[in-house]
């Protein structure tokens, strides 16, 4: 069995050497830090360190202080109500997360939603792709003590969280996918308003380039810090751009497309280097490509106008007024008898990319009202073991720079 | 200001000095309502995120809706700090922090509970891992919403500015020592017993 | 999509590799399930890995209590191999419900080290030989609860509330 990287054997000790890594034995006094959940640089959970005068032997992350239970209590709710409960795993993120969960019943029940609603639906994965990616930016910014990253990103962020407000009338629970199609259609200015965001969006990039990714300050910082190399992260397990800036292209809608990306032209960006500046470059040129993909669904919605965005047979069998309603606004209403709806028994298994990495949904049915169970992993949940793992070795300053640049989420993580 | 108020504050003892020079300032003169005043233009919030309403805390000190304007700037230790956002559910792991950094805080201090889990569990009202934030540290203002928006929340900060000046809270903790517009709260059970020190 | 030809490959691979240990294979929808006696599950995994599958996605619990077992799922696929990462094989044992016992593969993919000590926590199943066995999420005491399985009732807010379940 291969020792774990902070252990002292004679025999890993020769191995590291050969290898020209530096080995020194822990002196006598280690001490712990307990880096809180009160603490700028913490998020919601508990660190604890500890450290042989400013290296760090060894570092235990202490999560669940946001775990809220969603897999027990999605199974004493109805089909549809887990979906505003898993959407507040990750908040800033809510389509990428409830899209795999309603492709997973829609496997169960065999039915397939329109393309209409399958482009609306890419569309607003993109644009919380986006604001997700830039919330990891502001808040990277906060944990280097960069407050005007912080400041610009949270700034540029608004411009798609009001973009999402127009198109689901929440600026961040949408609740917008259900089995079948989705809630709401596009309004009639939508497109021009989506060209305009990218455009201002693609004009910030080069500044964003210009102070903060190749401020020399910041590239210091971030060089050579939290090296992950190939073969580590393939055995780790990450994912998401960590696992894209250490050379892998590994990526959902690349590997087994899921609603409409295999129609869309969008490109997947890949670093070698492993550390954090590759990491932190991998999510802005994601975002770039992102701005591709929106406008390239807003022109596709454009062209078709006047099509269904709920599925034939659901549509057939709503009354006339809710015809009406959905002719005349563009909204579904479901009937009540959606609250109660059997899913054939069975078992199924979907994914999909959230912004910061793969998440994966296993949902069983015994053919009742209620689900039997619902097992999800989060991709930071998957990241979790960054902490263990990498973070040894370093100095007590570099952990907030790898913290930042893994994106590692809690309350996604604790579910 | 000749008179004998100034011989009966005068005494040698620094103690009772300094208590009626305080008697004769905050009662006699008003001071207290510059107290107030000053009280109110800087509440600080500490950096304790609980929950998901966090990323609405996140934006509401963003450009957009710029809530330092009131005086509130997000700063890092509890010790320097007057008030604290409880943002959405309260865990029972959270729970102990939450009252650790509580009782930290230098009186006179605020909290606002933000979000629909903060008043009676939200979304997750049956869940076995949490906690009603109202039994663990006493609550002043309350928002709706789930969760608020950005809005709401700098209108719960204008309104707790109401709160102040209109029940002179920081200037009668200054002459009675104890806040008494609402009740002490303190946790039935030991929400710390799960820590191994 | 994956096509059938390709699946059939695999499958036939896996029979060929894992000869003797698998009960049963089938194909499910959006995972290949591999069952396996509770036992032999070391080898199978070590044999999975040498194929190329090189780390775990999820480690799935399901509790039967009608046929008072517990169904551990390990949903594996592979990072470096371009044509085993299409898809997910899921490796799955049964343990007893009383005795809950099982060999943790942590010596074989690292990846599994946090999720089996999810597993622990909530649903009370001992891995032997894992490095750090103890609570991930919850506190000890509602550890010992055992809160994900199905004798431990939350109240219900489904529109059937109050009408007893048949588990």
């Given at each position: 069995?291969?020792?774990?990287?902070?252990?002292?054997?004679?025999?890993?000790?020769?191995?590291?050497?050969?290898?020209?890594?530096?080995?020194?034995?822990?002196?006598?006094?280690?001490?712990?830090?307990?880096?809180?959940?009160?603490?700028?640089?913490?998020?919601?959970?508990?660190?604890?360190?500890?450290?042989?005068?400013?290296?760090?032997?060894?570092?235990?992350?202490?999560?669940?202080?946001?775990?809220?239970?969603?897999?027990?209590?999605?199974?004493?709710?109805?089909?549809?109500?887990?979906?505003?409960?898993l959407e507040r795993m990750t908040i800033i993120d809510a389509c990428n997360i409830t899209v795999p969960y309603v492709n997973a019943l829609e496997?169960?029940?065999?039915?397939?939603?329109?393309?209409?609603?399958?482009?609306?639906?890419?569309?607003?994965?993109?644009?919380?792709?986006?604001?997700?990616?830039?919330?990891?930016f502001g808040i990277f910014g906060v944990f280097l003590g960069h407050s005007t990253a912080y400041m610009w990103a949270f700034g540029d962020r608004?411009?798609?969280?009001?973009?999402?407000?127009?198109?689901?009338?929440?600026?961040?629970?949408?609740?917008?996918?259900?089995?079948?199609?989705?809630?709401?259609?596009?309004?009639?200015?939508?497109?021009?308003?989506?060209?305009?965001?990218?455009?201002?969006?693609?004009?910030?990039?080069?500044?964003?380039?210009?102070?903060?990714?190749?401020?020399?300050?910041?590239?210091?910082?971030?060089?050579?810090?939290?090296?992950?190399?190939?073969?580590?992260?393939?055995?780790?397990?990450?994912?998401?751009?960590?696992?894209?800036?250490?050379?892998?292209?590994?990526?959902?809608?690349?590997?087994?497309?899921?609603?409409?990306?295999?129609?869309?032209?969008?490109?997947?960006?890949?670093?070698?280097?492993?550390?954090?500046?590759?990491?932190?470059?991998?999510?802005?040129?994601?975002?770039?490509?992102?701005?591709?993909?929106?406008?390239?669904?807003?022109?596709?919605?454009?062209?078709?106008?006047?099509?269904?965005?709920?599925?034939?047979?659901?549509?057939?069998?709503?009354?006339?007024?809710?015809?009406?309603?959905?002719?005349?606004?563009?909204?579904?209403?479901?009937?009540?008898?959606?609250?109660?709806?059997?899913?054939?028994?069975?078992?199924?298994?979907?994914?999909?990319?959230?912004?910061?990495?793969?998440?994966?949904?296993?949902?069983?049915?015994?053919?009742?009202?209620?689900?039997?169970?619902?097992?999800?992993?989060?991709?930071?949940?998957?990241?979790?073991?960054?902490?263990?793992?990498?973070?040894?070795?370093?100095?007590?300053?570099?952990?907030?720079?790898?913290?930042?640049?893994?994106?590692?989420?809690?309350?996604?993580?604790?579910? | 200001?000749?008179?004998?108020?100034?011989?009966?504050?005068?005494?040698?003892?620094?103690?009772?000095?300094?208590?009626?020079?305080?008697?004769?300032?905050?009662?006699?003169?008003?001071?207290?309502?510059?107290?107030?005043?000053?009280?109110?233009?800087?509440?600080?919030?500490?950096?304790?995120?609980?929950?998901?309403?966090?990323?609405?805390?996140?934006?509401?000190?963003?450009?957009?809706?710029?809530?330092?304007?009131?005086?509130?700037?997000?700063?890092?230790?509890?010790?320097?700090?007057?008030?604290?956002?409880?943002?959405?559910?309260?865990?029972?792991?959270?729970?102990?922090?939450?009252?650790?950094?509580?009782?930290?805080?230098?009186?006179?201090?605020?909290?606002?509970?933000?979000?629909?889990?903060?008043?009676?569990?939200?979304?997750?009202?049956?869940?076995?891992?949490?906690?009603?934030?109202?039994?663990?540290?006493?609550?002043?203002?309350?928002?709706?919403?789930?969760?608020?928006?950005?809005?709401?929340?700098?209108?719960?900060?204008?309104?707790?500015?109401?709160?102040?000046?209109?029940?002179?809270?920081?200037?009668?903790?200054?002459?009675?020592?104890?806040?008494?517009?609402?009740?002490?709260?303190?946790?039935?059970?030991?929400?710390?017993?799960?820590?191994?020190? | 999509?994956?096509?059938?030809?390709?699946?059939?490959?695999?499958?036939?691979?896996?029979?060929?590799?894992?000869?003797?240990?698998?009960?049963?294979?089938?194909?499910?929808?959006?995972?290949?399930?591999?069952?396996?006696?509770?036992?032999?599950?070391?080898?199978?995994?070590?044999?999975?890995?040498?194929?190329?599958?090189?780390?775990?996605?999820?480690?799935?619990?399901?509790?039967?209590?009608?046929?008072?077992?517990?169904?551990?799922?390990?949903?594996?696929?592979?990072?470096?191999?371009?044509?085993?990462?299409?898809?997910?094989?899921?490796?799955?044992?049964?343990?007893?419900?009383?005795?809950?016992?099982?060999?943790?593969?942590?010596?074989?993919?690292?990846?599994?080290?946090?999720?089996?000590?999810?597993?622990?926590?909530?649903?009370?199943?001992?891995?032997?030989?894992?490095?750090?066995?103890?609570?991930?999420?919850?506190?000890?005491?509602?550890?010992?609860?055992?809160?994900?399985?199905?004798?431990?009732?939350?109240?219900?807010?489904?529109?059937?509330?109050?009408?007893?379940?048949?588990?």
């Amino acid at each position: 069995m291969k020792e774990s990287p902070t252990s002292t054997s004679d025999v890993t000790i020769k191995e590291l050497e050969t290898r020209g890594i530096q080995v020194r034995k822990i002196e006598k006094e280690v001490y712990e830090v307990f880096i809180g959940p009160q603490h700028p640089g913490s998020g919601h959970m508990r660190i604890i360190v500890r450290l042989d005068g400013d290296i760090i032997a060894e570092a235990d992350p202490d999560i669940g202080y946001v775990h809220r239970t969603m897999e027990k209590l999605s199974e004493v709710r109805e089909w549809l109500k887990p979906i505003p409960l898993l959407e507040r795993m990750t908040i800033i993120d809510a389509c990428n997360i409830t899209v795999p969960y309603v492709n997973a019943l829609e496997k169960l029940m065999d039915k397939a939603p329109p393309p209409r609603a399958s482009y609306l639906r890419v569309l607003l994965c993109e644009i919380n792709r986006v604001a997700s990616h830039l919330y990891g930016f502001g808040i990277f910014g906060v944990f280097l003590g960069h407050s005007t990253a912080y400041m610009w990103a949270f700034g540029d962020r608004e411009v798609f969280v009001e973009l999402a407000e127009i198109l689901t009338g929440a600026r961040l629970t949408h609740t917008y996918p259900i089995p079948g199609g989705v809630r709401r259609d596009m309004p009639q200015d939508f497109p021009e308003m989506a060209r305009r965001a990218v455009k201002y969006m693609r004009r910030r990039l080069i500044e964003y380039q210009r102070i903060f990714l190749d401020n020399p300050v910041i590239v210091k910082r971030l060089e050579g810090v939290g090296v992950i190399s190939k073969s580590l992260a393939a055995e780790l397990g990450i994912v998401g751009p960590n696992v894209r800036g250490s050379g892998i292209k590994y990526d959902v809608r690349l590997i087994e497309p899921y609603e409409v990306y295999d129609e869309l032209e969008f490109e997947i960006p890949v670093y070698e280097e492993g550390d954090a500046l590759a990491r932190t470059w991998v999510r802005v040129e994601e975002i770039k490509q992102s701005l591709n993909i929106i406008e390239q669904a807003v022109d596709w919605l454009e062209r078709h106008k006047g099509e269904l965005i709920l599925s034939k047979d659901d549509y057939d069998k709503l009354p006339k007024l809710h015809k009406e309603i959905y002719e005349k606004t563009g909204r579904v209403k479901l009937l009540p008898v959606h609250a109660s709806m059997k899913i054939p028994a069975g078992k199924a298994v979907a994914r999909g990319e959230a912004g910061r990495g793969e998440i994966f949904y296993y949902v069983e049915s015994d053919g009742g009202t209620i689900p039997y169970r619902v097992r999800v992993v989060t991709p930071s949940a998957r990241n979790a073991i960054v902490f263990k793992y990498i973070v040894p070795g370093h100095k007590l300053m570099d952990l907030p720079a790898i913290y930042g640049s893994i994106d590692y989420f809690p309350p996604e993580s604790d579910r | 200001m000749k008179g004998s108020s100034i011989d009966r504050v005068y005494v040698g003892n620094l103690n009772i000095a300094a208590r009626r020079a305080r008697d004769l300032l905050l009662g006699k003169l008003k001071l207290g309502e510059i107290v107030d005043w000053a009280t109110t233009f800087s509440l600080w919030p500490v950096h304790l995120m609980t929950s998901c309403c966090g990323a609405e805390f996140a934006a509401t000190w963003s450009p957009r809706f710029d809530a330092e304007q009131y005086g509130a700037l997000p700063w890092v230790g509890p010790r320097q700090t007057n008030f604290i956002v409880i943002e959405g559910t309260v865990t029972r792991k959270m729970a102990c922090a939450l009252r650790i950094t509580y009782e930290q805080m230098p009186n006179p201090k605020f909290v606002i509970a933000m979000g629909a889990c903060a008043l009676d569990g939200g979304l997750f009202y049956n869940s076995y891992n949490i906690v009603r934030p109202w039994e663990v540290v006493p609550v002043d203002i309350y928002i709706p919403g789930c969760p608020p928006p950005p809005e709401a929340l700098a209108r719960a900060i204008l309104e707790l500015r109401k709160k102040i000046r209109e029940k002179n809270i920081a200037s009668k903790w200054l002459i009675e020592g104890w806040r008494n517009d609402r009740d002490y709260v303190s946790p039935k059970e030991d929400v710390c017993r799960w820590w191994r020190p | 999509m994956v096509e059938a030809l390709s699946l059939d490959n695999i499958i036939n691979s896996i029979k060929l590799n894992l000869e003797g240990l698998v009960k049963s294979i089938s194909i499910s929808k959006g995972y290949i399930e591999v069952v396996v006696d509770a036992s032999h599950i070391v080898e199978a995994a070590l044999k999975l890995k040498s194929m190329g599958y090189d780390h775990v996605k999820s480690i799935t619990t399901i509790d039967y209590p009608k046929e008072s077992k517990i169904r551990v799922v390990y949903h594996a696929s592979s990072y470096i191999n371009e044509d085993l990462a299409k898809t997910i094989i899921g490796l799955t044992a049964d343990i007893p419900r009383d005795n809950p016992v099982i060999d943790s593969l942590s010596q074989v993919w690292r990846s599994v080290e946090f999720q089996e000590r999810e597993v622990y926590e909530f649903f009370g199943v001992i891995f032997r030989e894992h490095p750090d066995l103890r609570p991930l999420l919850i506190i000890p005491e509602l550890a010992e609860k055992k809160v994900l399985r199905k004798d431990f009732i939350v109240k219900e807010e489904s529109i059937y509330e109050g009408i007893p379940h048949k588990y």
